[in-house]
């Protein structure tokens, strides 16, 4: 391995730890904890439009010539992106806001 993958490994799994670490403190305050939230994202038109996505993602993915990417790995990142991106928007637009 090399020593740039080494630190790499090390520095995302150190974040990982602190994500962790900082989700448990806070608990109830984080949005995406909320049952609301996840209520939001099961609404029937956005889960066929999800299910559309995810099949055309994971049916993709052995041609695109990525070795790293299959079927296995377009699933799980359209799963985050699809359960992270409302939060994610609503904090960078808070923050442009200045709140």
Avoid: N
């Amino acid at each position: 391995m090399t020593t740039f993958f080494i630190t790499y490994l090390s520095v995302w799994a150190t974040l990982c730890v602190i994500a962790l670490i900082l989700a448990i403190r806070l608990g109830w305050r984080l949005e995406f904890t909320h049952a609301v939230y996840w209520r939001a994202l099961l609404v029937p038109w956005k889960l066929v439009t999800f299910l559309v996505a995810i099949s055309a993602m994971m049916v993709i993915a052995p041609w695109t010539g990525d070795p790293t990417w299959d079927w296995f790995d377009a699933g799980f990142m359209a799963i985050f992106a699809y359960a992270g991106a409302p939060w994610a928007v609503g904090v960078l637009y808070q923050g442009l806001r200045g709140w």
